[in-house]
């Protein structure tokens, strides 16, 4: 059984957002999260929700500057798609953004800050995305992270111990840059890999070995951390 109000579609006693109607309208561009739900079972990627709320008391939810976050404030868990920004910067309290979190987003560059540390899977995939700018304190890629986006080039920082399974779709990368040359990080999805342009890594690295004929090594004069590496890389300089 279930319970329909305002574009929404929820469980008979309204704890558990199962699905919302693309082309409902919400009053201002905002959906409101009642204060009874502890649940969004499906990624909310309608392009006419511009920011959410929340309902006082609501025992999981809450918001900042309308984002979707848990109560903390500091894991991300949905992006308004129906934004009319093309950027954005995404800081702290922000730890972590959640899985699905930009699934399907407009947005075409996004810049994680140092507070970052963790993206969920399917955070980015099948969005516009261009550009994003990892921090050197990720740890952590969930599987198919960044799946079809419109992304060229993408600089894994040193930091990062995990990458989930199809996170980087290689196919649709010209260049990808790794920063680190813990083994095991790259064994975990290098068969993901195996239609990507060309690598970029320091001397070690085992995506050498792994793609020995489209591996180019980096220098420290062409910069250590991603913010550089990938503006090298996205430019073409060798």
């Known amino acids: 059984y279930f319970t329909a109000k305002d574009g929404v579609l929820y469980n008979k006693d309204m704890t558990v957002i199962l699905d919302v109607a693309p082309e409902h309208e919400f009053p201002d561009g905002v959906l409101t999260i009642p204060a009874t739900v502890t649940e969004i079972r499906t990624p909310i990627t309608s392009s006419n929700v511009k920011s959410f709320a929340v309902e006082d008391g609501n025992p999981v ?8 976050t848990d109560l903390t404030h500091t894991q991300l868990l949905q992006f308004p798609n129906g934004s009319a920004e093309s950027t954005c910067t995404i800081s702290a309290p922000f730890t972590e953004i959640g899985a699905y979190a930009f699934y399907k987003t407009p947005l075409q560059r996004i810049t994680l800050s140092d507070s970052v540390t963790a993206i969920g899977e399917y955070a980015f995939a099948y969005s516009d995305l261009t550009a994003v700018f990892l921090p050197d304190a990720l740890q952590t890629i969930g599987a198919s992270a960044f799946f079809q986006t419109q992304m060229k080039t993408a600089c894994i920082p040193a930091s990062v111990t995990t990458i989930g399974s199809q996170a980087f779709n290689g196919e649709q990368y010209l260049s990808l840059t790794f920063l680190h040359t813990k083994i095991a990080v790259i064994d975990t999805f290098a068969e993901d890999l195996s ?15 792994l793609f020995p004929d489209r591996f180019q090594q980096l220098t420290t004069s062409k910069g250590s951390t991603c913010g550089t590496s990938l503006t090298w890389s996205m430019t073409g300089d060798t």
């Open 195 to 209: 239609n990507c342009g060309i690598f970029y890594g320091y001397l070690g690295s085992p995506i050498a070995d």
């Open 61 to 68: 939810f809450s918001t900042e500057n309308g984002i979707l």
